[in-house]
C-alpha cells in the first residue's frame, strides 16, 4: 500500500516558477513509477510529466516540455514538478500518481492517488 500526499502549490504571477513535491509512505517507493496529472475546472483530468523507478525515463506532455522538470529523490521518498515560466493556462489541481514500475500517460494505469494540491496563475 502506498500513500501519496502532494504539496507546494499556490498562488504565482505568469512567467513564474513552482516547485510541487509528492511525498510517499509506504515501502519499495523507488519500484514505483511516478506521474503527475493535473485538472482543471471544467476539463478532464490530463497527464502532465511521469517518471520511471530509478529515473531511468521521464516524459512530458508537449505543453509542458520545456518548462517543467520531474525528478524524484528515493532516500526520501520523494517525487518533485518543477515548474518554470508558467502560463495562465496551468492552473489546475495537481495531482500525483504512482503504479508498479513502468509509468504511462494514461491516468487509468496508476494505481495510487494523492489528494492534488492547487496551482493558480495570476496575469
Known amino acids: 500500500q502506498l500513500q501519496l500526499v502532494e504539496s507546494g502549490g499556490g498562488l504565482v504571477q505568469a512567467g513564474g516558477s513552482l516547485r510541487l513535491s509528492c511525498a510517499a509512505s509506504g515501502r519499495s517507493f523507488s519500484n514505483y513509477a511516478v506521474g503527475w496529472f493535473r485538472q482543471a475546472p471544467g476539463n478532464e483530468r490530463e497527464f502532465v510529466a511521469f517518471i520511471t523507478r530509478g529515473e531511468i525515463k521521464t516524459y512530458y506532455a508537449d505543453s509542458v516540455k520545456g518548462r517543467f522538470a520531474i525528478s524524484r529523490d528515493n532516500a526520501n521518498n520523494t517525487v518533485y514538478l518543477q515548474m518554470n515560466n508558467l502560463e495562465p493556462e496551468d492552473a489546475a489541481v495537481y495531482y500525483c500518481?504512482?503504479?508498479?514500475?513502468?509509468?504511462?500517460?494514461?491516468?487509468?494505469?496508476?494505481?495510487?492517488w494523492g489528494q492534488g494540491t492547487q496551482v493558480t496563475i495570476s496575469s
Open positions: 500518481a504512482a503504479r508498479w514500475f513502468i509509468g504511462t500517460m494514461s491516468q487509468n494505469d496508476y494505481h495510487y
